[in-house]
Nanobody
Framework: DVQLQASGGGLVQFGGSLRLSCVGS????????IGWFRQAPGKEREGVSC????????YYADSVKGRFTISRDNAKDTVSLQMGSLKPEDTAVYYC??????????????????WGQGTLVTVSS
């Protein structure tokens, strides 16, 4: 079975940092690009970032550009999302998911196949 395990969420103060991890199993990890999405209470799920199979190409939502960095370690079947300068509006459940590649529509949920269970990030003001 394909599994994606997201972790690293927690409570952090305004301006703080967190590092999320997504570990994949049950599939050939480096055959798949990985995306991060988030869903805030009462809002739709939105794309945050996407990284290609090799890690050479990365994409970010405008709202996180310059503050978040996505990376991957295929030897460890892991994609990380380093989040900095966190704001209360970053509060959400963060999900990782697999996609064939990060195309121009990487931010659309329909582009993704398998999803992790999510990890909660809460930024206090």
């Amino acid at each position: 079975d394909v599994q994606l395990q997201a972790s690293g969420g927690g409570l952090v103060q305004f301006g703080g940092s967190l590092r999320l991890s997504c570990v994949g199993s049950g599939f050939t990890f480096d055959d798949w690009a990985i995306g991060w999405f988030r869903q805030a209470p009462g809002k739709e799920r939105e794309g945050v970032s996407c990284i290609s199979t090799t890690g050479d190409s990365t994409y970010y939502a405008d709202s996180v550009k310059g503050r978040f960095t996505i990376s991957r370690d295929n030897a460890k079947d892991t994609v990380s999302l380093q989040m900095g300068s966190l704001k209360p509006e970053d509060t959400a459940v963060y999900y990782c998911a697999t996609t064939a590649y990060c195309g121009f529509t990487w931010y659309r949920q329909s582009e993704y196949e398998d999803w992790g269970q999510g990890t909660l990030v809460t930024v206090s003001s």
